[in-house]
């Protein structure tokens, strides 16, 4: 998605996602409303721009030191405070979205990895 630059392009992944969710009965009616709830609850858009960027990580896996780097290198945490204040804020959004249950912390499952 990161090479995704114009709304157009957006708009194609959007409806791509979209007509994929369509093929499981009560996807849109039940299952969207409830993650969009989650996501709409996540607070500054700094938060979401962080769960965002969890995209671009394989399914089921992701390992919190590296994602809590790309996060401070892409400029999603300020680290002008000091990297292990922006370090700190980094896990703390990570538990943000794991409470959210939009992220799945390691020994939930056997992919994940914490570093």
Same mark, same amino acid.
């Given at each position: *998605?990161?090479? #995704?630059?114009?709304?157009?392009? &957006?708009?194609?992944?959007?409806?791509?996602?979209?007509?994929?969710?369509?093929?499981?009965?009560? *996807?849109?009616? +039940?299952?969207?409303?409830?993650? *969009? $709830?989650? =996501?709409?609850?996540?607070?500054?858009? +700094?938060?979401?721009?962080?769960?965002? $960027?969890?995209?671009?990580?394989?399914?089921? /896996? $992701?390992? #919190?030191?590296?994602?809590?780097? =790309? &996060?401070?290198?892409?400029? /999603?945490?300020?680290?002008? #405070?000091?990297?292990?204040?922006?370090? !700190?804020?980094? +896990?703390?959004?990570?538990?943000?979205?794991?409470?959210?249950?939009?992220?799945?912390?390691?020994?939930?499952? !056997?992919?994940?990895? !914490?570093?």
């Amino acid at each position: *998605m990161a090479s #995704k630059r114009t709304v157009q392009e &957006w708009d194609e992944a959007i409806d791509t996602l979209a007509s994929s969710a369509a093929q499981f009965p009560g *996807m849109e009616d +039940h299952i969207f409303p409830i993650l *969009m $709830y989650s =996501y709409d609850s996540l607070g500054g858009d +700094h938060v979401k721009s962080c769960f965002q $960027y969890c995209a671009l990580f394989p399914e089921d /896996f $992701y390992r #919190k030191g590296e994602l809590v780097d =790309y &996060w401070i290198c892409e400029g /999603f945490i300020d680290e002008k #405070k000091g990297i292990r204040k922006a370090k !700190n804020k980094a +896990h703390g959004i990570i538990g943000t979205l794991v409470q959210a249950c939009l992220l799945i912390e390691e020994g939930e499952t !056997n992919q994940s990895e !914490n570093a």
